[in-house]
T-cell receptor
Framework: DAGITQSPRHKVTETGTPVTLRCHQT?????MYWYRQDPGHGLRLIHY???????DKGEVSDGYSVSRSKTEDFLLTLESATSSQTSVYFC?????????FGQGTRLTVV | GDSVTQMEGPVTLSEEAFLTINCTYT??????LFWYVQYPGEGLQLLLK?????DKGSNKGFEATYRKETTSFHLEKGSVQVSDSAVYFC???????????FGGGTRLMVKP
């Protein structure tokens, strides 16, 4: 257990509304990641962070933004949610050469 | 860019059967290779890993060998149990950013 907490665990939102997902870690790891999981696609990287205020885009970053103002928190924002962003979102940290994942947030955009 | 291809599921086996889940990869350089497992309603957990060619990762009766000549990292288990029912993901990591690239996942269902 790497002390990763995601919130909320489940959310239903309407198309066009902003949504923020939170990832909190307790171990001060430098690298944090946001992935989305969709059937047949495995996990795809949305954004990642390599330190406070240091972030970069992943494979599927369009429509998403992130912020990291403190080491322990990494926020993922959907500026204007669309149905294509219905997915399960996972936060992860990197410790040595191993990745540890949160339990996921199931987001449904209706 | 990097990519991982694994066999599509679901794979349905009877208890005590032999398991193979194929995984091949495309990457420059010498990536590290991983198998992750996801039980229902949970996040991913590292199952095993291998960091260089010919390394064998093993854990909980599962094994996989890093084959650079065939760019493969197939997952095997000699005798599966009902409790092994889960989704298995093959992944690779190059050092830059410690980011993982995942395959599409293979669902394993083991029947008593």
């Amino acid at each position: 257990d790497a002390g990763i907490t995601q919130s909320p665990r489940h959310k239903v939102t309407e198309t066009g509304t902003p949504v923020t997902l939170r990832c909190h870690q307790t171990e001060n790891h430098r690298y944090m990641y946001w992935y989305r999981q969709d059937p047949g696609h495995g996990l795809r990287l949305i954004h990642y962070s390599y330190g406070v205020k240091d972030t970069d885009k992943g494979e599927v970053s369009d429509g998403y933004s992130v912020s990291r103002s403190k080491t322990e928190d990494f926020l993922l924002t959907l500026e204007s949610a669309t149905s294509s962003q219905t997915s399960v979102y996972f936060c992860a940290i990197s410790r040595y050469d191993e990745a540890f994942f949160g339990q996921g947030t199931r987001l449904t955009v209706v | 860019g990097d990519s991982v291809t694994q066999m599509e599921g679901p794979v349905t086996l009877s208890e005590e059967a032999f398991l193979t889940i194929n995984c091949t990869y495309t990457a420059t350089g010498y990536p590290s290779l991983f198998w992750y497992v996801q039980y229902p309603g949970e996040g991913l957990q590292l199952l095993l890993k291998a960091t260089k060619a010919d390394d064998k990762g093993s854990n909980k009766g599962f094994e996989a060998t890093y084959r650079k000549e065939t760019t493969s990292f197939h997952l095997e288990k000699g005798s599966v149990q009902v409790s092994d029912s889960a989704v298995y993901f093959c992944a690779l990591r190059r050092n830059a950013g410690n980011m993982l690239t995942f395959g599409g996942g293979t669902r394993l269902m083991v029947k008593p």
